[in-house]
């Protein structure tokens, strides 16, 4: 079952406040109801994607180039293959959504990680570049993503592997891969 939202957005102007009626309690105090604040899915997605550069900048800093590339098991990342890994994906996934924008309904083919590090050689990446091509890349992404309409968050794409999917939720997937790999460099990062 495919996750969906289903909370509608709503957007106050900044000048706009909200009265709360008074209740009166039982002992005769008075109370104000508190304000409902409806949260923005989007906003939400775009708060996350903002945030992963800054906390993956300073997961990394400090760390030399033998912590980043020590491999914690065979078959397992090092920091640096992670770090390029996240701006291979954004880079993907930032095509993807002009696909999905710009083409009705388009296959979105799926790619091997593990064959595209191999191929890329991910373990001799600077990690300086790769930080710097991360940033690039979804600050442009993002600036996409701020730019769209309502609607244009229901367009669909087809996923080779997870198949039919909205850019709301496609967007919201590789926001949520991001904290997954946020996760795993801090379990590599030094202390």
Avoid at 61 to 84: L, M, S
Avoid at 118 to 130: A, G, N, Q
Avoid at 170 to 183: Q, R
Wanted: aromatic share 4%; glycine share 4%; proline share 6%.
């Amino acid at each position: 079952m495919r996750w969906q939202a289903v909370l509608p957005s709503v957007r106050r102007p900044a000048t706009e406040t909200t009265q709360s009626p008074d209740l009166t309690g039982s002992a005769g105090r008075t109370c104000t109801a508190p304000e409902v604040v409806m949260l923005d899915l989007h906003e939400e997605i775009l708060k996350s994607m903002r945030a992963s550069p800054v906390i993956l900048n300073q997961l990394v800093a400090g760390a030399d180039d033998e912590q980043i590339r020590a491999r914690p098991a065979p078959g397992e990342w090092a920091i640096i293959e992670v770090v390029a890994h996240m701006a291979d994906v954004d880079e993907r996934a930032h095509a993807r959504l002009r696909r999905m924008l710009t083409e009705g309904n388009p296959l979105l083919p799926a790619f091997d990680q593990d064959a595209l590090a191999e191929d890329r050689r991910y373990i001799t990446m600077d990690l300086t570049e790769e930080l710097a091509r991360y940033q690039q890349t979804r600050a442009a992404h993002i600036a996409d993503l701020e730019m769209l309409g309502p609607g244009q968050w229901l367009r669909t794409g087809r996923h080779e592997a997870a198949g039919d999917l909205t850019v709301e939720l496609y967007e919201a997937h590789v926001a949520s891969e991001d904290v997954d790999h946020l996760a795993q460099i801090a379990r590599l990062a030094p202390a």
